[in-house]
């Protein structure tokens, strides 16, 4: 046993009690041994901390030269093409700029005419008188009037026409003895004055007021020495503000003579603004001038004067006799003239409004701000005294009627078409959906003109009789098939329609701005 102990340690070269020699070969602890991963001279030579990567050296921008430009690019061949195409790309826009100037010369243009004041005014007749009621709460109808200027103004109204200043065979100097029921000389002088302010004209009707004769003019013979007592009373007038003066077709005054003095004393007045005679039209044919730039303006009546409401047929008639007449070259002012059912009246209104010329509406309640006052102070009333159904659908149709008419004066002043544009009356045939038409009569037809400038169109539609009417669709070929609503009597047409399928109500007017398909030009 012994003896081999000894022949191992002999072996080994290690004797009992010695440290081996190769302690460090054959590792000791944690230090590994030769050939592994840890070993001393790997642990020796291992830095402590592992360096971080250095970047890569910076290259120097440096621009690309030309045959590397043309490299990239495709090669030179591809450079020609580019320039071709930039070349081609403005010679067509060239060319497009130079076709479109060469359109708009030779395409024919509408020659706007310049317009005076007096030819693209709304005129409104109204007589002072009327304004002194229960309404007016005690002051006098001038002073109420003055009152009502903004308001009047707000509905697109330019000029009034106040009737009832003189009485008949009186003096327009002496207001207050001729006229007090309505107003002293400076209240009106006042009303002349505030209208102006307001931009609001304000001529004066001298119809049936004798202005030859001479009157009560012993107190200013003096001034009277070199010019007659007409032209004297025309300067006090126009001094005050005036923008003109109407008379009727029966007056002394309507003769050559008479204007051609108005004339002259017009020039003096008239480096600013152009002073107007206004002529109203009471007989079917005016009398003639033989010049007729003495006159102005001629208010003609759409309907014949009646004591009764016209029917239909007979309305009917006389807008198809005006429709179809030649107007003269004196400026035409249009007016309703005849008594109409209420439903009718807001058509004629329509017309008017639409027609060639300066509408010249007459007084109307519906239009008179304070009776929508008192409507509306009648309506707030408590439960015990709450409006009745009558007096809601009046206070609606005048709600109604201010609605239409503030459309169709916007709409007319705005609007070349409707100011200067041409006018083309169009006859046509149309269906209609009654069953049997009144009284066995036929249906009356659907009048309609078109008001043109340039490209746009404005179609008037008018429904006089009591039947619903369809439009034929063989009805003006020529003209676009689709438009838009401008307005109408009931104020409930909105947006685009199709002519072909548009239907007419039983009295009912219809204002359509025409365009081409895809288009709302």
Known sequence: MEQTHKNTAEETGNTPGRMPLNAGDTGYGSVPGPGLTGSVVDTESTPLLIPAEEPEPYQRWQPMSKEELELAAGGPGWRRVRCYLVLLFWLAWVAMLATSIAIIVVSPRPVATELTWWQKSLFYQLQPDLFTDKHSEGSEGINVLCEQIPYIRSLGIEALILEGLFDKGASPLNLTAASGKVGTLPQIQHLVAESNKAGLKVVLDFCEVDLIGPQDVEENADKLSNQSVTAYRLRFWLQQGVAGFAICDTDAAYSEKTLLEWRGVFREFSQEEERIVVVKQTRDILPPL??????????????????????????????????????????????VGGKASPDLKKLLRVLMMTLPGSPAVEYDEDLDQRQNVSLNARSSLGENNSPSDSQIDKEKQKRLAVALFTSLSHSRAREEALLFGSFTFLPFNSSSNASSSISGSPPLPVLAFLRSWGCVHFLVLLNVGPEPHLLDPAWAPSLPKAGVFVTSTEMDRLGTTDLYSLELRPHEAIVIKLFEAGSYS
Do not use: C, M, Y
Not at 299 to 307: A, F, G, H, K
């Open 290 to 335: 033989n010049n007729s730039t003495l006159v102005n303006v001629v208010v003609r009546s759409i309907l014949p004067p009646s004591n009764h409401l016209l029917p239909a047929k007979e309305v009917a008639d006389a807008i198809e006799k005006h429709l179809q007449t030649k107007e003269e070259d004196i400026w035409p002012s249009w007016t």
